[in-house]
């Protein structure tokens, strides 16, 4: 209640130097509109805001989901397999060195202007993160457990299964949280570089058009979006995961 | 009962090239409680390891027991997993086999052990003595007859660890044992046989008489007590 209640002040100081900002300036409503005019923008645009909307939630979602199960199999092969760790590590670390942003004219012309290349572009920049944290997690196994293992001989694959990866999960559930907040970027970076649809294309159009009232509706309606995806990630996580595989932890 | 086997080791125990116990001859006798004791590093654990067949990068040159699927283990921590319930951490060791566990009898070990009422609830809802009592359950699930103890109970307040000295004692019955320690009056109160290993050699201390677990306040039990920690602290 006490949260809701600071989040709310916190919002309203926002709002208030926004509108401080307009008043002190005098600056023309195509430069910075009002957050009173914002407000009846996105009211008025629901239907445009809404079906735009939906199609960039759909391509971070998509692209979270893809992105996640990707990355869990890549750290269960990377962690498992010390052949494919040396040859594929060196090429993972190099991978990060271009930047994501740089590829997605690339992925653009490879995948088409629809929700291919933009899944793609979520996916590719969240991959890394999730990746990595859970190939860590795998890697990092507390030892009296493995040990406890090997005495109760298991094989490898119930080792895998019974104590490597439930013992990883919470390190899997941190690249989750880090994914949550990237994967909105890859998305509107792809809608930026070429599309017919969703926030970003709504974003750069109205922008063209000096209706920065719209750009800026398009804008909040993504920032909530990406404020619930992660609340969302962070609830799913902590409950399903967190929770259950490090109580001592949470 | 069947006879457990013996535990017997005769070499040398090192690290890479760093030796660590030279011409070593150690013997565990079946069906015995063997507590072993020394200075810290001295390679208590390396050895026990090597009879857990946990070889993490051991070397070690001469004759070792062959006993690969008889041992069960259990160390300071009690390495419970925290996902699993208590009565599933008991049964750890069928699923890790792929067998299928019996759980009732993980109930009945659950409830020798004190804590037949606590089986669903989970490690960290649990005392550190407590816990051990589960691990304690663990070990008598695997139903091995060489159990390695390596300081079990050396997290443990005084009153606890003397309360699970008489658990082990009773529910490890019949079973070959070999237990490091740091502690002298565990050392009195539970070997059959007491061993202070030394990088040069080993050496038996003669036992207290009578059956295990032996009273705390018993006249030679006190004496021979005495007696360890004098050798130990000299050995330092
Ligand atoms: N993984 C390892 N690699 C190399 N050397 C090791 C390794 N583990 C232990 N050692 C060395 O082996 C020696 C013996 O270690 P060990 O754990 O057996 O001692 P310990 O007698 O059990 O001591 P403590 O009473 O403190 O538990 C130590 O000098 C230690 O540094
Ligand atoms: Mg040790």
Known sequence: MKQLAVTCASIFLGLALWQGVIWATDLPRFILPAPALVAQTIWESRALLAENALVTISEVVLGLILGAALGFGSGIVLATSPRVRALVQPLLVFSQAVPVFALAPILTLWF?????????????IIYFPVTSS???????VPKNWLDMGHVMSANRARLLWHIRVPAALPGFASGLRLA?????????????VGASKGLGYLMLLANGRAKTDLMFAALIVLAVFTLILHAGVSAFVKHWIERRFAPDQH | MKIAPGLNFRGSIGWKDRV???????????????????????GKSTLLRLFAGLDDGIQFDGTLSDVSGQVAMMAQSDALLPWLTVLDNVLIGARLRGETADRSRGQDLLIDVGLGDH??????????????????????????????????????????????????????RGKTVLMVTHDPNEAVRLGHRIIILTQQSLEAIEPPTGDIPRGIEAEDVLRIQAGLLQKLRTQI
């Open chain 1, 112 to 124: 088409g202007y629809g929700l291919g290349s933009k899944i793609a572009m979520a996916l590719l």
């Open chain 1, 134 to 140: 859970f190939f860590d997690a795998l890697m990092r």
């Open chain 1, 180 to 192: 949550a907040v990237y994967a909105p970027i890859g998305a509107i970076i792809g809608e930026w």
């Open chain 2, 20 to 42: 660590l116990l030279r011409d070593l001859d150690f013997a565990a006798r079946p069906g015995e409680w063997t507590c072993l004791l020394g200075a810290s590093g001295v």
């Open chain 2, 119 to 172: 089986s669903h609830k989970r490690p960290h809802e649990l005392s550190g003595g407590q816990r051990q009592r589960v691990a304690l359950a663990r070990v008598l699930m695997e139903d091995r007859p060489i159990v390695l103890l390596d300081e079990p109970f050396s997290a443990l307040d005084a009153l606890t660890r003397s309360q699970m000295q008489d658990l082990a004692a009773g529910v490890l």
